[in-house]
């Protein structure tokens, strides 16, 4: 069998003819080092390929042979004791190391500086792990150099059976830290302190049991002490004599970039999946299902009274035994199903004791990273003991605390915790959080000025527009506003009744071009000259006239919308009906036509010549009488309710006849019918009026 990547060769089982070989050809800026294998009674049991560079032998002229073999001076293989579960003791040391004088293919003698680290299992069985570390003459060229051990960028161990680690190269302690094995460590997660057991602790398992070797599988592995993170790929060969069970493993690594591209990877899901809506909740909670479980196991996104969420404001709060009240719970997600680690759930008011990693992220303005959580006494825990007990029972062994902070304000913290994954974060791991942060907050920020600003705007139309509408003596009438939420703001969607003299009654409805306040403000001066001019008690379309007038000055002047030139007017539909000739006179500015429905039940749009928006200064306007059964229903509304994106603005108006058809006698019922029809295949992508009046005798 043989180990691909690695390029140990062992000894054929089945034809001593046939040989399996292969190199690190996945990594040919790393050539494999010079490793072999030997029985207990000497035999060589694999060659590694990079023994053949040094010494020109092939595998198959050397497996199953005798070491003395190559070398020049008799020599004496070292003695291990047999007690049962002895691993590699000579005396108290784990391996030995000296110089021997080896033959060359080519017949020369070389010195070569060699440790061999003996296994040893509880049957008895035994094998020699030998490792040529250094050439004391020097290297008689580049790749032979390169098969030196202590001269390889490629990080050596040697695993026992109970995945202790026994043995390690300088590249492997240098690079990763690891402490020289003089002694097998006590446990097996002692050993593999730092190394991502998840994936580690299976692979090695695997190899032991399966005499196959593993390549190409990637191990990671975080300083407990100051963060610092090693990536690599590696590859693992069972350590066996003969055909025995392995007594152990070797792993062969190479630090790779692959935690950069993951990174990069993540960051680029991050871009596509925060802040797809202008939703704080919804932001804060894209931000922790995109960190779980990729980067942590527990995320939590606690925003403070800056990013208003509703409710009493904070400061108002009283303190609780827990702490005081600093956050409102806006994102939360964890690896495990009902969110154990959790105190609050979202929505919830959170309680934070005034000396915490909490408080120190959100007003120092700087990420608390705390690699091993210290939860004894001493530390700031002893004023919080609820989170003490949820932190000792879910196994929280890491975390992070990052400030949301966007244009200069401070938005709130977003915690990241480990605890099913055993490496602690790394500082590799503290930079990817404050990227993702980075990106959270400014949507956050974004959702935040919307939010501001719609409710404002959504405050100024409320005021502007009637609170209740009334047809008079002559007309029952029934009317629905609904405000989008997928702009920069509410829109200048407006409607209202006027009752003139004689019992006739003025119906209007309109749309004042952009969103937000501006929109509404604008909104409001359209109403409230619509009134000025009806009070002159103006047919429809010289009405419209003159209010186009006034409002291309205003919009010149900038009076209409100072700062804000692109509010320069928009649509309106000015009808009044008389009850005593039962005839409504109509003129529309830009604005959607109307929607006739006969006693009968019968729906059709009304045929209405239009004129151009009010603020082009391009009119005149026309105006058409309508004669009106008693008992006939008028249907005025705003182009939200019929258009869409997706389909053409008559596929809209077809779906608005059809829902007005056959209307109940209950208009409020025909309201709610309509809209639920209209905006049932999705949301209005624009502020939606509709005001709908039905036609009776009047006295």
């Known amino acids: 069998m043989a180990t691909e990547g690695i390029g140990m060769v062992y000894e054929p089982e089945a034809d001593p003819t046939v040989t399996h070989s292969a190199g690190f050809a996945q990594v040919p800026e790393a050539p494999t080092p010079a490793l072999a294998l030997l029985d207990s009674d000497g035999t060589v049991v ?34 291990w004791p047999p007690a049962p579960g002895a691993l590699d003791r000579g005396g108290d040391r784990q391996s030995v190391a000296g110089v021997v004088e080896v033959t060359h293919a080519e017949g020369r003698s070389l010195r070569l500086t060699v440790e061999i680290i003996a296994l040893s299992g509880e049957d008895g069985a035994r094998c020699w792990f030998v490792a040529v570390t250094d050439a004391p003459d020097g290297a008689e060229n580049v790749e032979a150099a390169a098969s030196l051990l202590d001269r390889s960028t490629l990080a050596v161990g040697v695993w026992d059976a109970d995945m202790r680690l026994v043995w390690s190269n300088r590249t492997c302690r240098e690079v ?64 066996a004599p003969g055909a025995g069970s392995p007594l152990g493993v070797c792993t062969i690594s190479l630090v790779t970039k692959s935690g950069e591209r993951e990174r990069l990877a993540l960051l680029g899901r991050a871009a596509r ?254 109403r409230t000259a619509v009134h000025t001019l009806a009070v002159l008690d103006q047919p429809p379309a010289e009405l419209l006239d003159h209010l186009d007038k006034v409002t291309t000055q205003l919009a010149e002047s900038g009076t209409w919308s100072l700062g804000h030139a692109s509010v320069t007017g928009g649509t309106c539909l000015y009808c009044v009906y008389d009850p005593a000739t039962r005839i409504c006179t109509l003129a529309r500015a830009g604005h959607p036509p109307p929607v006739l429905v006969t006693p009968d039940g019968h729906a059709a749009i009304a045929g209405t010549p239009v004129g151009p928006p009010v603020g082009t200064g391009t009119g005149p306007y026309e105006s058409v009488d309508l004669e009106l059964a008693e008992g006939t229903l008028l249907a005025l509304y705003t182009d939200g309710l019929v258009e869409s994106r997706h389909a053409d603005i008559d596929v809209g108006l077809d779906r608005l006849v059809d829902a007005l058809r056959q209307p109940p006698a209950d208009l409020e019922a025909l ?18 009026a509709l005001l709908v009046a039905r036609t009776h005798a009047g006295g």
């Open 46 to 79: 694999a060659w590694g390929e990079g023994c053949r560079r040094l010494l020109g032998h092939r595998a198959q002229d050397i497996v199953g042979h005798p070491v003395q073999q190559l070398l020049t001076a008799s020599a004496e293989i070292a003695s």
């Open 176 to 239: 990763v830290s690891l402490f020289e094995a003089n002694a097998p460590t006590p446990s097996t997660r002692h050993a593999m302190r730092g190394f991502d057991r998840t994936t580690i602790e299976p692979v090695l398992r695997k190899v032991l049991r399966s005499k196959e070797p593993v390549t190409e599988s990637l191990v990671r592995w975080v300083s407990p002490e100051d963060g610092r993170e090693i990536v690599s790929s590696s590859s693992v060969f069972p350590l």
């Open 273 to 526: 999946r925060i802040g797809t809506t202008l939703d704080v909740v919804r932001t804060a909670q894209e931000l922790a299902d995109i960190a779980v479980p990729t980067l942590a196991d527990y995320v939590t996104v606690d925003l403070a009274d800056a990013v208003p969420l509703g409710g009493e404001p904070l400061e108002r709060l009283p303190e609780a035994e827990s702490g005081v009240p600093v956050f409102r719970r806006a994102g939360l997600a964890s690896v495990h199903g009902g969110k154990p680690e959790a105190a609050f759930t979202v929505g919830d008011v959170v309680y934070v004791p005034p000396a915490s990693p909490f408080l120190t992220a959100l007003y120092g303005d700087r990420s608390y990273f705390e690699p091993v959580m210290k939860t004894g006494p001493g530390t700031w825990l002893d004023n919080d003991p609820q989170r003490r007990r949820l932190i000792r029972e879910t196994g929280m062994h890491s975390v992070m605390v990052i400030p949301l902070r966007a244009r200069g304000t401070v938005l709130g913290i977003a915690v990241f915790v480990r605890n099913d994954n055993l490496v602690p974060f790394s500082r590799e791991d503290l930079l990817l959080a404050e990227e993702l942060v980075v990106q959270a907050s400014l949507s956050l920020d974004n959702a935040r000025r919307y939010a501001r600003e719609r409710a404002a705007a959504l405050t100024l139309q409320r005021s502007l527009l009637p609170q209740a509408l009334s047809g008079g003596a002559t007309m029952n009438v029934a009317h629905r506003y609904l405000p989008s939420d997928r702009h920069e703001g509410v829109g200048g969607d407006w409607m209202d009744t006027i009752e003139l003299p004689g019992g006739r009654i003025a119906l209007v409805i309109g749309d004042v071009v952009g969103h937000g306040v501006n929109a509404a403000a604008a909104m409001g001066r359209m």
């Open 671 to 688: 309201c709610d019918r309509v809209v639920a029809r209209m905006t049932s295949d999705a949301p209005s992508e624009d502020d939606v």
